[in-house]
């Protein structure tokens, strides 16, 4: 069966590290791979999207990578502050699926001053 | 600004209840999307919409129906709400990929 996994336990780091989050995924090949953040109570919000012929993708402190051999996406966030805490979803954008993102269970990550 | 309202925040039904979850989006976005939220199951799409009045089953269609009549809106229904449909439902829309979510409606069924 299809699967994405996240790292169900809570990251815990102190601030200023670099916190680097991980999505695996089996029997998906997926065009396009999404990060979204989410915070309690709230609907997620996109942050990164990376394509499956792009290796590596950055945005002011957060990156992206996107291994189609290894099957598996990695977020980083460097400089971490505790305003990064939240939890981190990612998404992939199947694309004979007509725009469909089917998602991760989530990562917590919790950054401590 | 870019939105995406879901019509309550917080919603309390019967079991048997026919239940209306309302979604209203102002991007002009084609594709409109249904999701459950649920502690240590993620995000499980429900159903999809591509278009005034196409849809696509999603993961966990059961139980769940839709109705895309104009294209900012969309609307799930609970035929006959359960006590296992207690959840945080989440609407979303996308015109190419970026995903644009409402704040979600807790719906608790007793």
């Known amino acids: 069966s299809q699967k994405i996994e996240q790292n169900s336990e809570a990251l815990n780091i102190q601030e200023g590290k670099t916190a680097t989050l991980t999505c695996n995924y089996t029997?998906?090949?997926?065009?396009?791979l999404q990060w979204y953040r989410q915070d309690p109570g709230r609907g997620p919000v996109f942050l990164l999207l990376?394509?499956?012929?792009?290796k590596e993708k950055r945005k002011e402190r957060l990156k992206v990578t996107f291994d189609t051999t290894l099957k598996q996406s990695l977020f980083h966030i460097t400089a971490s502050q505790p305003a990064d805490s939240a939890t981190y979803l990612c998404?992939?954008?199947?694309?004979?699926?007509?725009?469909?993102?089917?998602f991760g269970g989530g990562t917590r990550l919790m950054v401590k001053p | 600004d870019v939105k995406v309202t879901q019509s309550s925040r917080y919603l309390v039904k019967r079991t048997g209840e026919k239940v209306f979850l309302e979604c209203v989006q102002d991007?002009?976005?084609?594709?409109m999307f249904w999701y459950r939220q649920d502690p240590g199951l993620g995000l499980r799409l429900i159903y999809f919409?591509?278009?005034?009045?196409?849809?696509e089953k999603g993961d966990i269609p059961e139980g769940y129906s839709v109705s895309r009549e104009k294209k900012e809106r969309f609307s799930l229904i609970l035929e006959s709400a359960s006590t296992n449909q207690t959840s945080m439902y989440l609407c979303?829309?996308?015109?190419?990929?970026?995903?644009?979510f409402g704040q979600g409606t807790r719906l608790t069924v007793v």
């Open positions: 919409s591509y278009d005034v009045k196409m849809k």
């Open positions: 990376i394509r499956e012929n792009e």
């Open positions: 029997n998906y090949s997926p065009a396009y």
């Open positions: 991007m002009d976005h084609e594709n």
């Open positions: 998404a992939l954008d199947i694309e004979n699926a007509g725009n469909m993102l089917t």
């Open positions: 979303a829309s996308s015109r190419y990929r970026e995903a644009f």
